[in-house]
C-alpha cells in the first residue's frame, strides 16, 4: 500500500491564482480531512469528509473548497490564493470508527507570493 | 470546546535520560487521546492512544503515556532517550462529535542531547 499521497511536495503561487491539492488514500478509508500546519498554532482542520459524496467544513474552511466524488480522492481546491494561505497542508484518513488513528500524507508546502 | 495544551515549546533531554512530554486535555464526555510524532519535512506519524481501560498505554518506539483522569492529563514518557527521537510531537483529542475530527496541540520539539 502507498498508504496517503499527496501532490505536488511544494508549490508558489502569485496572490489571486487558484489551484488544487491533490490527496489519494489506497486504504479504503471513509473518513479523510484536511489540515494546514503553522508555526506555534499546531494543526488545524481545514475540511472533512466522512465517505464519498459527504464533505464539512472545519474550523478554518475560509478560502478553500472540497469534494469528494470517490472513496480514494479528497482534493483542496483554493479560489484565489492569499499571503495569508502560505502554510504546510497535510492530508489525512482513517477509518471511519472514532477510536482509529489517522494516516497522515507527507505534506504540500505552499508559499503564496 | 475540546481542547488540548502542550505547555512547553521545547524540551531538552540527554540522552540515555528518561524523557517526559506533557499535554492536558479539556473534555465533555470520555477522552479519546492521541499522541503523533513529526520528523523534520515529514507527515504526522501515529505513535499511541487512549480510548479506554488500562491508564499507561504503550506505543511505537519504546513510547508509553500515562492518562490521568483528575489530572486531566495524558503525558508522554520514554525511560530512556535517544537521538533519533529528536521531533516535533503533538497531542490531540477527539472533538467529541460522532467523525473522527482530532483536535491538535500546538506541539512540543523534543531536543535529545549526546
Known amino acids: 500500500n502507498a498508504g496517503v499521497t499527496q501532490t505536488p511536495k511544494f508549490q508558489v503561487l502569485k496572490t489571486g491564482q487558484s489551484m488544487t491539492l491533490q490527496c489519494a488514500q489506497d486504504?479504503?478509508?471513509?473518513?479523510m480531512s484536511w489540515y494546514r500546519q503553522d508555526p506555534g498554532m499546531g494543526l488545524r482542520l481545514i475540511h472533512y469528509s466522512v465517505g464519498a459524496g459527504i464533505t464539512d467544513q472545519g474550523e478554518v474552511p475560509n478560502g478553500y473548497n472540497v469534494s469528494r466524488s470517490t472513496t480514494e480522492d479528497f482534493p483542496l481546491r483554493l479560489l484565489s490564493a492569499a499571503p495569508s494561505q502560505t502554510s504546510v497542508y497535510f492530508c489525512?484518513?482513517?477509518?471511519?470508527?472514532?477510536?482509529?488513528?489517522?494516516?497522515f500524507g507527507p505534506g504540500t508546502r505552499l508559499t503564496v507570493t | 470546546a475540546q481542547s488540548v495544551a502542550q505547555p512547553e515549546d521545547q524540551v531538552n533531554v540527554a540522552e540515555g535520560n528518561p524523557l517526559t512530554v506533557k499535554c492536558t486535555y479539556s473534555v465533555s464526555g470520555n477522552p479519546y487521546l492521541f499522541w503523533y510524532v513529526q520528523y523534520p519535512n515529514r507527515g504526522l506519524q501515529f505513535l499511541l492512544k487512549?480510548?479506554?481501560?488500562?491508564?499507561l498505554v504503550k506505543g511505537s518506539y519504546g513510547f508509553e503515556a500515562e492518562f490521568n483522569k483528575s489530572q486531566t492529563s495524558f503525558h508522554l514518557k520514554k525511560p530512556s532517550a535517544l537521538g533519533s527521537d529528536s521531533a516535533l510531537y503533538f497531542c490531540?483529542?477527539?472533538?467529541?462529535?460522532?467523525?473522527?475530527?482530532?483536535?491538535f496541540g500546538t506541539g512540543t520539539l523534543l531536543a535529545v542531547q549526546p
Open positions: 489525512a484518513s482513517s477509518q471511519r470508527t472514532t477510536s482509529y488513528e489517522q494516516y
Open positions: 487512549y480510548i479506554t481501560g488500562d491508564n
Open positions: 490531540a483529542v477527539r472533538d467529541g462529535s460522532a467523525t473522527n475530527k482530532l483536535i
Open positions: 486504504m479504503n478509508h471513509e473518513y
